[in-house]
């Protein structure tokens, strides 16, 4: 694997749009801010670009990737959009919400994207920076998040460099992600809505832009990214629905929980989600075998966060 220097440059900089740009075609690896998380970019094109990503990331072959696109224009070039993924674009690009649609035959995508599927995942995000360089290059972006797999995602730079700092060429800064937690990801499969993957999009929000009903996927293949059972895994163990500490053990609070680090103490659901993989990271750096975490609420975002902390508690795969 190649070491490099790892650049990092603001996305305001002139030059920050131009470098990815250049970086891309050349078959390399960028760290790019989203609203969700940051990703680790490839043209989407390329197998060898994206062949790297799954070598950088020590990623299972058979857990797919993202196509980030400049909007819906772009993504009928790859995918077969029916009427409802077109309301559901309509309604939430730019904008933290994936859709796995089917997959055209005639599209240029690189084979380990879509992992042996005959789908494709794609996602319109709603950083204008990270558009930007897909527009400059003229088709979509691989993007899964900037880590390697299974640990916590990241959502700044600091988190990206401490990750894979010297195996990518660029990160570009854009700060800390707003939404905190990766995209709600929704299957569009005969006429029915199916929710592959929770996020800060909730399923209510899906059900109120279409009329339809969103089922629950069902468990046991991989049909979309962040389905590992292990997965968002700080260094110490995570122990679920804790009102108090045990010996030894770091205690992230909710609500009127306070703990040693909290997620909200207003209890609001976004906030957690915004600080959610920020603050596993504080508690792991705290140097405690097992992380406490107190209980969310199962409803609105606060799905996504318990499917976080679900995988994150999950028995460790390596």
């Known amino acids: 694997m190649a070491i490099f220097v790892t650049q990092v440059v603001s996305e305001h900089e002139d030059s920050a749009i131009s470098s990815a740009i250049e970086l891309l075609r050349g078959g390399n690896l960028v760290a790019v801010p989203t609203e969700t998380v940051y990703g680790l970019a490839a043209d989407a094109t390329e197998t060898c ?22 909007g819906p224009e772009m993504a009928r070039a ?37 992992a042996g599927l005959s789908t494709l995942a794609v996602r319109c995000p709603a950083r204008k920076s990270t558009r930007r360089i897909i527009e400059g290059l003229g088709h979509p972006i691989a993007a899964p998040s900037a880590n390697p797999s299974g640990r916590l995602s990241p959502t700044s730079t600091a988190d990206v460099l401490a990750g894979l700092g010297g195996n990518i060429p660029l990160v570009i800064d854009g700060g800390d992600t707003e939404e905190g937690i990766e995209s709600t990801i929704i ?23 279409t009329g339809e009903t969103v089922y629950d996927r069902d468990e046991g293949e991989i ?21 108090e500490p045990e010996d030894g053990e770091v205690l992230i609070g909710f609500g009127a929980i306070t703990g040693d680090f909290t997620l909200s103490l207003s209890g609001d659901l976004r906030e957690a989600a915004q600080k959610l993989f920020k603050t596993l990271r504080a508690a792991d750096a705290a140097g405690a075998t097992t992380i406490a975490v107190a209980p969310v609420p199962m409803h609105g975002i606060g799905i996504a966060i318990n499917d976080r902390l679900k995988r994150a508690a999950a028995p460790r795969t390596a």
Not at 49 to 70: D, E, F, M, T, W
Not at 91 to 103: I, S
Not at 187 to 207: F, H, Q, S
Not at 223 to 239: C, F
């Open 49 to 70: 670009a994206v062949q790297q990503i799954y070598a950088v990331k020590g990623r299972p072959s058979n857990n797919p990737l993202i196509c980030h696109v400049s």
């Open 78 to 114: 790859y995918v077969d959009v029916p009427p409802l993924a077109e309301k559901l674009m309509a309604r939430f690009w730019p904008g933290p919400l994936t859709l796995v649609l089917p997959r055209r035959v005639d599209a240029n995508i690189a084979a380990p994207v879509s």
């Open 187 to 209: 299957g569009v499969k005969e006429g029915k809505l199916y929710l592959l993957r929770p996020g800060t999009v909730t399923v209510d929000e899906i059900a109120d832009a």
């Open 223 to 243: 049909t979309a990214p962040g389905q590992l059972a292990s997965h968002y895994a700080p260094n110490a163990a995570v122990r679920l629905n804790a009102t």
